[in-house]
């Protein structure tokens, strides 16, 4: 019984979904959302964040079904997830410095043992004009 896939056979591509919410002024909440079928053995989702922003130090203690999280305080997170724990994963970024040109973050994940199969979406945060 063979479960890998021929090029008969296409996968389902993985899909990458991006939710971005205020919690407070200069904090966020984002959720990154996989989805799959069928499920690889493990995914890694590589998250940029938007310039100008890190990620807060629970991002361990919100993802605690993640397999690896690594650089959990700086603005690049990697976080692997095992199969049975896809879904959608937190990460709360606060502002750390007020930047003129924002750009916007990306998330980037793919299939461990299947890189070809991938997905990114952007994370746009919404600013509040009138807080310059």
């Known amino acids: 019984d063979k479960t890998t896939s021929s090029p008969l056979m296409p996968k389902t ?5 991006t939710t ?6 200069g904090l966020y909440e984002l959720s990154a959302c996989l989805t799959s079928q069928p499920k690889s053995a493990m995914a890694m989702i590589g998250i940029d964040l938007p310039s100008g922003f890190v990620a807060t130090e629970d991002t361990h203690q919100l993802n605690p079904n993640a397999a690896r999280i690594e650089n959990p305080e700086q603005d690049k997170v990697n976080v692997y997830v095992d199969k049975d724990d896809f879904g959608c994963m937190k990460l709360r970024m606060e502002e750390v410095s007020k930047v003129d040109n924002l750009q916007d973050g990306l998330v980037h994940a793919y299939m461990y043992y299947e890189p070809e199969n991938q997905d990114e979406g952007y994370i746009t945060v919404p600013f509040d004009c009138g807080n310059n």
């Not at 591509?13 to 979904?17: A, D, F, G, I, T």
């Not at 971005?20 to 002024?25: D, G, I, N, Y």
């Open 20 to 25: 971005p919410r205020m919690v407070e002024p």
């Open 13 to 17: 591509p993985l899909k990458v979904s």
